[in-house]
């Protein structure tokens, strides 16, 4: 539970400075505006806190699907399975998302 | 109650969940804590998949003006807004909610407990656990009237 807890803390903080940045920081159709969007990406500050985000979403989200699956049913291959689909879940769903945030800050303008 | 019924009562899985029977504000609140995080996931899974149409979308190579105007014509409407609001919502209840199980899970809004009497309340459950639902819900409701105007207001 403390990856739980520990990635909650961290999730209230930093969607809360998502929310700000999409409602307060700009009006939300200036924030949703494509050249905000890579003005924001392109900043080395707001890109590491956007990996963060995702990182720190998908391992509360997925971990929290695990512990309702394992309130469910408690065996030695379910468990097995379970943690073995959460960190395949996790890892795929992040590395989808880094490569979104990489190609956003490096690559090239279509 | 007998051994098997009682195996059987909690082996009931998504039903138990929604079994209102007996339900306090904290069995609610753990009730909406599940259904709020999973809707949550959903949606951020979601919104990975239209996040990447910035750079195209899963084919793409980098920031692409057309297929981030092709995603927005989909999402960027009444629907798509009532839809975050939706999100805004559900995650600020799931946020003060799920600060309020860490603070019970530390110790520190619980009473200590006692022999169980009638009516059967139970008293380990402090105050502060009740305040803390109320606040989740009066914060969310009002992020999610923010979230409206915010999200409304240049679409007249």
Redesign the interface.
């Known amino acids: ?1 403390l990856v739980q ?1 520990a990635t ?2 961290a ?2 903080a930093l ?1 809360s400075l998502h ?1 700000i940045m ?2 307060v920081i700009y ?3 200036t924030a ?1 505006s ?1 050249n905000n ?2 003005s924001v ?1 392109r900043n080395g500050f707001y890109a590491v806190f956007l990996e963060a985000l ?1 990182v720190v ?2 391992v509360h ?2 971990n ?2 695990r512990i ?1 699956l394992k309130e ?2 408690q065996s030695k291959p379910w468990t097995m399975w379970v943690d073995a689909g959460t960190v395949l879940a996790i890892i795929v ?1 992040v590395a ?2 880094t ?2 945030v990489i ?2 800050v ?5 | 109650m007998a051994v098997g019924e009682e195996r059987a009562k909690n082996r009931r899985g998504i039903r138990g969940w929604l079994d209102p029977y007996h339900y306090n504000a904290e069995r609610w609140a753990y009730l909406f804590q599940r259904v709020t995080g999973v809707a949550i996931l959903l949606y951020v899974l979601g919104h990975l998949g239209d996040t990447s149409f910035f750079v195209g979308g899963p084919t793409g190579t980098g920031p692409s003006p057309s297929a981030w105007k092709f995603i927005g014509s989909i999402f960027e409407n009444s629907f798509g807004h009532l839809i975050l609001i939706l999100v805004v919502l559900v995650v600020f209840f799931h946020g003060i909610n799920g600060i309020r199980l860490i603070l019970a899970e530390f110790g520190l809004i619980l009473r200590k407990p006692s022999a169980i009497e009638y009516p059967y309340k139970p008293k380990g459950l402090g105050q502060g656990q009740k305040i803390l639902i109320y606040v989740a819900i009066a914060v969310a409701v009002v992020a999610a009237v923010w979230a409206f105007l915010v999200l409304f207001e240049g679409m007249g």
Do not use: E, K
Not at chain 1, 106 to 110: K, L
């Open positions: 539970m807890y909650a803390v999730a209230v969607v929310l999409q409602g009006p939300y159709a949703i494509f969007i890579l990406y995702l979403v998908l989200g997925f929290g699907v309702i469910f049913r769903t989808y998302g490569r979104t190609l956003a490096f690559g090239g303008t279509a």
